[in-house]
């Protein structure tokens, strides 16, 4: 009997593991979720595409995925998910080893849009994981990126 506990222990874990992995973006649905709110700002303007990006039902939350808006200086513009982060600086930020607002900021300035990689805690665990995020610049003269882990 405790066999027959364990293993359908084992099978729980692991068929909630892959509902979990099932549930997390792709790095191209983060791109394609990028340029959706590029187009956003460039056709609502910002304060519209800023209550879209944060809205439940604005389009812009899928599976794990969020857009986040900063200026060029880096000052966080928009957060869907931490609105706490609104108009800090966080150019200096380097909790996990990586000056990623830093590297999103140096991407937006020289191409206008591209991959950044850097290190993140990853959702519901203390596991800090590879992740990337596609950032584009805007007409509005700021980026906005979409993370997902690799």
Known sequence: MTKHLLATAALFGAAVSFALASDMATPDEAKSLSQKAQTAVNDMGKDKAFAAFAADDGGFKEKDLYVFCMDLDGVMLSHAVKPELVGK??????????????????????????????????????????????????????????????
């Open 89 to 150: 600086n966080l150019l200096d930020f380097n909790k996990y080893g990586d000056e990623l607002f830093k590297n999103m900021i140096s991407v937006a300035k020289t191409s206008g849009e591209g991959w950044v990689d850097y290190k993140w805690p990853y959702p519901g665990s203390d596991d800090i994981r590879d992740k990337t995020s596609y950032v584009m610049t805007n007409n509005e003269g700021f980026f906005c990126g979409v993370g997902a882990y690799k």
